[in-house]
T-cell receptor, first 111, second 112 residues
Framework: DAKTTQPNSMESNEEEPVHLPCNHSTISGTDYIHWYRQLPSQGPEYVIHGLTSNVNNRMASLAIAEDRKSSTLILHRATLRDAAVYYCILRDTSGTYKYIFGTGTRLKVLA | NAGVTQTPKFRVLKTGQSMTLLCAQDMNHEYMYWYRQDPGMGLRLIHYSVGEGTTAKGEVPDGYNVSRLKKQNFLLGLESAAPSQTSVYFC???????????FGSGTQLSVL
């Protein structure tokens, strides 16, 4: 299974954009890049996913490098409710069905 | 829609006792997963199932067994609990053609 590398923690000021990086240098052509977040005392929740092109949804944007060896989750305006652990995950579409979570990035949002 | 429901929410076991965690989903999802999360750590995949009657090992399957006799239920069993199995256990499910995992709220298990 391809692995991802994320910083252990990051801080952001409220109302400012946040860029959460993820390295996945061993990504294969069939791996989708997924992001989940885990709020305190809750199960993880889906944020966004993509394959090659940048993606936007109501929660965030996903910027994928041209060589796909890295990606960045962008929260356009961080709020206190965005304080969570953010996980970058690769999912193989060729049939393993597994989602392997790493240790994620703990985002702290400062008021 | 209740989504993914885990039972129980909390449990304390003594070393050597057995128990079963129940995960139930009402979304007709094909795929189901069991993860464990130790304090300050990420989630680790224990077992997963791609459909009724099928299961497969994840990253850390030792000491656990699973069964998927009905599509909506995924059971995680501990035959002889050990203190190293103290953790929060999360269940998740996914529709076949979808990429989004839906998680339950977790089961806090302590083994003394």
């Amino acid at each position: 299974d391809a692995k991802t590398t994320q910083p252990n923690s990051m801080e952001s000021n409220e109302e400012e954009p946040v860029h959460l990086p993820c390295n996945h240098s061993t990504i294969s052509g069939t791996d989708y890049i997924h992001w989940y977040r885990q709020l305190p005392s809750q199960g993880p929740e889906y944020v966004i996913h993509g394959l090659t092109s940048n993606v936007n949804n109501r929660m965030a944007s996903l910027a994928i490098a041209e060589d796909r060896k890295s990606s960045t989750l962008i929260l356009h305006r961080a709020t206190l409710r965005d304080a969570a652990v953010y996980y970058c995950i690769l999912r193989d579409t060729s049939g393993t069905y597994k989602y392997i979570f790493g240790t994620g990035t703990r985002l702290k949002v400062l008021a | 829609n209740a989504g993914v429901t885990q039972t129980p929410k909390f449990r304390v076991l003594k070393t050597g006792q057995s128990m079963t965690l129940l995960c139930a989903q009402d979304m007709n999802h094909e795929y189901m997963y069991w993860y464990r999360q130790d304090p300050g750590m990420g989630l680790r995949l224990i077992h997963y199932s791609v459909g009724e009657g099928t299961t497969a090992k994840g990253e850390v399957p030792d000491g656990y067994n699973v069964s998927r006799l009905k599509k909506q239920n995924f059971l995680l069993g501990l035959e002889s609990a050990a203190p190293s199995q103290t953790s929060v256990y999360f269940c998740a499910s996914r529709k076949g053609e979808s990429t989004e995992l839906f998680f339950g709220s977790g089961t806090q298990l302590s083994v003394l």
